[in-house]
């Protein structure tokens, strides 16, 4: 294996000799989706990773490293956007956010965030057309935080995007029934209805 630490020091001592702008230039012609480190990270050397880990989460707890990855999925999430491959990205980043939420001492906080993670996972599976794990995300969300009704929209998306009509009504009514204004919740609604009498 590779010596991590002499791994890491020597990257480091490389980039010293760059000047701001070529390192700049450097940053800006890497692309995330097609650079190495990014997209074989199963590759890299367990040790190498292992270092990259430690040199990010050294002092974080569960819930700090929730609400990081929950902040980078959000990023990711809005990039989608331009980029569809965006959503498994952010969808990756929520899960593991969801596994650190359920190893912190849990709180009335944490179970927000973790309830957020959801949602937000829900958000970006229904990009992809994860129909199944969005209800799933969805209601597993509800369950931690009742009322929130961007989860009933994905899981009545969700719903749309499986055929299960009247499923999808329920989960408008009980939307509607929190935020009687909201206008997605009121189209996806409208949609069901159509796709049904068209059945």
């Known amino acids: ?39 074989k990270i199963e590759d890299v ?36 956007k331009l980029n569809k491959m965006y959503y498994k990205h952010a969808a990756s980043l929520y899960t593991e956010g969801i596994k650190h939420s359920v190893m912190a001492e849990q709180s009335e906080g944490i179970v927000k965030l973790r309830a957020s993670l959801l949602c937000n996972r829900a958000a970006a599976n229904l990009g992809m057309k994860n129909f199944g794990s969005v209800k799933k995300d969805s209601l597993e969300s509800l369950r931690l935080v009742p009322k929130n ?13 499986l055929k299960n009509f009247e499923e999808g009504l329920s989960f408008c009514e009980q939307g509607l029934g929190i935020d009687p204004q909201s206008k997605e919740l009121i189209e996806v609604y409208e949609t069901l209805k159509d796709e049904r009498a068209a059945k």
């Open 1 to 39: 294996g590779v010596d991590a630490t002499a791994f890491i020091q020597e990257a480091i001592n490389q980039g010293k000799g760059w000047t701001d702008e070529d390192r700049q230039a450097y940053l800006s012609s890497i692309d995330d989706e097609t650079h190495p480190f990014f997209a």
């Open 45 to 80: 050397d367990p040790a190498i990773k292992e270092a990259f880990r430690k040199l990010t989460y050294e002092d974080e707890t569960h819930e700090s490293l929730a609400e990081h990855f929950k902040s980078t999925g959000n990023e990711r999430f809005k990039r989608a």
């Open 149 to 161: 009704v961007k989860c009933y929209y994905r899981a009545a998306r969700a719903s749309l995007g």
